[in-house]
């Protein structure tokens, strides 16, 4: 079956422009988690997303947004982008668990801040 | 290939000998762990998990090893060959209904 799909792969932006990041999960698949992945940081959850409904939100300020759509499909948004920004942003989606074991990665999209 | 972490400690090990990747977690009350390996390029993808009701779990030429009174986890890897190099990564929930809390990781680095 089709695993996770992220697209762009690759994206540079600039400074306080915003940009909007696709995920289209495993087919079936209702749970649809971000994470950025930083070198200083790490992985760190965004927010998840279930039924078109977000279910939990990581710390981060509210230009990080997203939303999921009917088909499970989602999107996260970033506004008035910062060099901070820069990250692989991954996505993972699951039947329905949030923490499970069901969760299946995508390869990311790699966003540059210039 | 994408650069997933360039402040990781790095385990070098020869091509053949065991593996041990040691990770620490943060909050007593997790009760899920689970291992991923993420090779450059890709996301993370899933090797093994384990309850905290258990000590010890194996898989597939992996160990996983628990011990909750002092929150430390390891992977333990058997006859490590080069496809094992990568970085790999553990992550905490609580009951599998929490957002996982990943570690910083450790990347593995296969001599040949």
């Known amino acids: 079956k089709a695993g996770v799909t992220q697209t762009p792969r690759y994206l540079i932006k600039t400074r306080g422009q915003q940009v909007t990041l696709s995920c289209s999960p495993i087919s079936g698949h209702r749970s649809v988690s971000w994470y950025q992945q930083t070198p200083g940081q790490g992985l760190q959850f965004l927010f998840e997303y279930f039924s078109e409904t977000q279910r939990n939100k990581g710390n981060f300020p509210g230009r990080f947004s997203g939303r999921q759509f009917s088909n499970s499909r989602s999107e996260m948004n970033v506004s008035t982008l910062e060099l901070g920004d820069s990250a692989l942003y991954l996505c993972?989606?699951?039947?329905?668990?949030?923490?499970?074991?069901?969760?299946?990665f995508g390869s990311g999209t790699r966003l540059t801040v210039v | 290939g994408e650069s997933v972490g360039l402040h990781l400690p790095t385990l070098s090990v020869q091509e053949g000998d065991n593996s041990i990747i040691n990770c620490a977690y943060s909050n007593s009350a997790s009760d899920y762990f689970i291992w991923y390996k993420q090779e450059s390029g890709k996301g993370p993808q899933f090797i093994i998990d384990?309850?905290?009701?258990?000590d010890k779990r194996q898989g597939q030429r992996v160990t996983v090893l628990l011990n909750k009174t002092v929150k430390h986890l390891s992977l333990q890897i058997a006859a490590t060959q080069p496809g094992d190099s990568a970085v790999y990564f553990c992550a905490e929930s609580i009951s599998g209904n929490t957002p996982l809390v990943f570690g910083k990781g450790t990347r593995l680095s296969v001599i040949a």
């Open positions: 384990i309850r905290s009701n258990m």
């Open positions: 993972a989606s699951s039947l329905g668990a949030t923490g499970g074991a069901g969760y299946t």
